[in-house]
């Protein structure tokens, strides 16, 4: 699995750089963007469900179960690390949360990211993934629709 993890990383990463993107750069393929659309956030919530082999809508679910509760708390913490939106409308994004549940998410993976190689690889690599797809949504001319 982390074979596989790595080896999409390092393929995201040669497109990126052909593209003339870093990892850590990609953040401006979203600028001018529309920001927080219900499309922008239902792309994050299921580009981390694919990264973490959950099936469709898993995140969504009102569960606690910790294969489905840490990758929705990576989603809220890549919805507000990307769109800059406020913990309420990430709250929002998944159900009945209040903003304190989408706070908690985003510092238990901010602390996660600082203290695990592998949290932050799997995190970069689904950065990347966004920042790949909305690249070619901007360079084929689509707008996020909300």
Known sequence: MILEIMLELKSINAILKAMQFKIDKAAPVWEGAAWGTAGDLDRVKRTVE??????????DRQTRSQDVCWPRQVAMYLIRDIHVLPFERIAAAFGK???GTAMNACQLVSERIATNTQV???VNMIRATLAARALQDKQDGIVPIS
């Open 97 to 99: 949360r209040d903003h």
């Open 50 to 59: 694919t990264a973490f082999g959950l099936p469709e809508k898993s995140i």
């Open 120 to 122: 932050k690889t799997k």
